[in-house]
């Protein structure tokens, strides 16, 4: 087969959702090279501080709905609907939805 399907309904939501929800789909979608993950987060959530200086992995984000901020490395960058920002392996990033309503993203990343 040279294409296969995935949804939220196909694998369990890595946090818990309390902050929302986050879905790889990656396995599910059987890629093997690009990682894709679904990303809600309520009014207050955050993602976890990280990078992939060690994974060589870049990544990119793309605002669904909502509003995020990105914070890198001391630096906010603001996102809303039907924008998108790339950050490199070695760039530490953090998600915070700090707006009023959900937010929902489609990320990205691949070496």
């Avoid at 976890?48 to 200086?53: L, M, N, P, Q, T």
């Avoid at 960058?77 to 700090?98: F, H, K």
Wanted: proline share 4%.
């Amino acid at each position: 087969m040279s294409y296969r399907t995935a949804s939220t309904d196909d694998v369990e939501s890595v946090i818990d959702e309390e902050w929302g929800g986050m879905w790889f789909l990656r396995d599910a979608l059987g890629s093997e090279t690009v990682g894709v993950t679904l990303l809600e987060l309520v009014p207050g959530g955050k993602g976890k501080e990280h990078d992939h200086a060690s994974s060589d992995h870049e990544e990119v984000y793309v605002v669904v709905e909502g509003t995020v901020d990105v914070d890198c490395d001391g630096e906010t960058v603001t996102l809303g609907p039907n924008e998108a920002i790339r950050l490199s392996p070695d760039q530490t990033r953090q998600i915070v939805n700090r707006g009023d309503e959900r937010a929902r993203l489609v990320l990205v990343g691949a070496p």
